[in-house]
């Protein structure tokens, strides 16, 4: 089997990939590990703790034992399936920042700042969003965005809350203004999960010049210096894909460090170690990993309004038998319906805090951690110093690769989630929640000093999933940069790398959205074409920013 383009994953890039080359004429052939992507766990919003925790969605990664969280070992999900993380995710819809992306291009990643890839955001959107500026948003792209009802009293009073305490209301988070309490959107489309495969890669595969092959790649054939197709093991046996241009890795932040790795490019010294060929010394190859943290701020409710009224067999089996016929109801939500950003001290110029709001107390995994009603704040900072690396264990491409973020190895990470959990606090403190709060659930009222914290964050810290930056992009005169400003590995012809590894800082907020982003622009420079006209409009800053951590009361009416 030949293409011109073989991609390999078909997950948030590498769907978008495959729907635009496929659009443009070029022949593809998009190689996938794991299989269908039909179950009703995927299909149903409200089921989104089931697929990450289910072998036959997800690759099953494990850290290695993290040293500054007492040696625990945390799940890293990624999606072994058609859509990739995309069809097992949360589904929440984060732009990120726009500032995050004028540092992508101030670190190297020139052609990356947010006027170049606003554009990309708004061709990738079919948005259906009822407030806000709709010249931020895009209305006739394959992804659809919408936004849940929110009308929850715990997902109002948390709104109304963050307002009583100072901070500006955001009509669209995704917008003009990031910053303050507002709606949380999400790929869900009438009532059901719409993810990259839905969005782009099914319409690709109904043309006839897309096709998709079901395999584990082995490694990238390389000769005389070009990439000219990948190695997988399938069903018929161990063969090879060929590329009449070029490969395209989108294998996610774990995966495609680790082909690259498997296929000599990388740390010379290590590959050599490993018996594997240097075909491309890149020491920033599984560097760079990066990832958000957070920790589930949990209060009981003193009123029977939270969702916890649906945690038993009868209460599951009306909502989803409700959301199977009718696709509506509580089976038609993730519940994530609102959030915030938020600036953790004076002297940040933009938000560094995030907030998914829950009316329940519950795990992630889908766990009750509270035995009545109650709601939570999953809070964490978004710009962790800490860095960790993605490295082989074996040169057996069956291995699973080692994973090591370092989460917390730095005294800024543990100052900005005290942070985290004194203003969560606050928030929950305030007017708005006094007719339902009552007891502190997790961390618990006796966590208070600054060392009960530390202990708190160290067992119970969890991570938000969104792992990147371990093929990191930059100028090529940079010697840890992996792929250039045109996602192309440096010292390869013939091949490329688009996804969340080529993020040369995690943005604010889920990764989905610029993952899908970055498979959109790619496809643009892949096919030769002329970048699409920037837009040089800046976000809505906090003037206050220098002196305040909030909005100053005088400045507050102009701010909102």
Known sequence: MEADYVVVGAGSAGCAIAYRLSEAGRSVLVIEAGGSDWGPFIRMPAALSYPMNMARYDWGFRTEPEPYLGGRVLATPRGKV?????????????????????????????????????????????????????????????????????????????????????????????????????????????????????????????????????????????????????????????????ARREVIVSSSSINSPKLLLLSGIGPGEELRQLGLPVVADRPGVGRNLQDHLEIYVQQQAIKPVSLFRYWNLQGKAWVGARWLFTGRGLGASNQFEMGAFIRSRAGVDYP???????????????????????????????????????????????????????????????RDFRACIRLTREIFGQEAFRPYAGKEISPGPEVQTDEQLDEAIRQHVESAYHPCGTCRMGDRADPLAVVDPECRVIGVEGLRVADSSIFPRVTNGNLNAPSIMTGEKAADHILGRQALPRDDRGPWIDPDWPVAQRPIPRLRAAAE
């Open 82 to 242: 058609i859509g990739g993380s995309s069809s097992i995710n949360g589904m929440v819809y984060v732009r990120g920042h726009a500032k995050d992306y004028d540092h992508w291009a101030e670190a190297g990643a020139k052609g990356w700042s947010y006027a170049d890839v606003l554009p990309y955001f708004r061709r990738m959107e079919h948005w259906h969003g009822r407030t806000g500026d709709a010249s931020w948003r895009g209305h006739d792209g394959p992804l659809h965005v919408t936004r849940g009802p929110a009308d929850n009293p715990l997902a109002q009073a948390f709104m109304k809350a963050g307002h009583e305490a100072g901070y500006p209301l955001t009509d669209d988070p995704n917008g003009f203004q990031q910053e303050g309490f507002g709606p949380m959107e999400a790929t869900i489309w009438a009532g059901r999960r719409w993810s990259a495969a839905f969005a782009y890669l099914r319409p690709a595969l109904r043309r006839v010049n897309c096709d998709l092959v079901n395999g584990i790649a082995r490694r990238i054939v390389i000769e005389n210096g070009r990439a000219t197709g990948v190695e997988i093991d399938s069903f018929n046996g161990i063969q090879v894909i060929k």
């Open 352 to 414: 560094d805090i995030q907030f998914h709001f829950l009316p329940i107390a519950v795990r992630y995994d889908g766990q009750a951690a509270a035995g009545g009603h109650g709601f939570q704040a999953h809070v964490g900072p978004m710009r962790s110093p800490s860095r960790g690396a993605v490295t082989l264990r074996s040169p057996d491409p069956v291995d699973t690769p080692r994973i090591l973020f370092n989460y917390m190895s730095r005294e800024e990470d543990w």
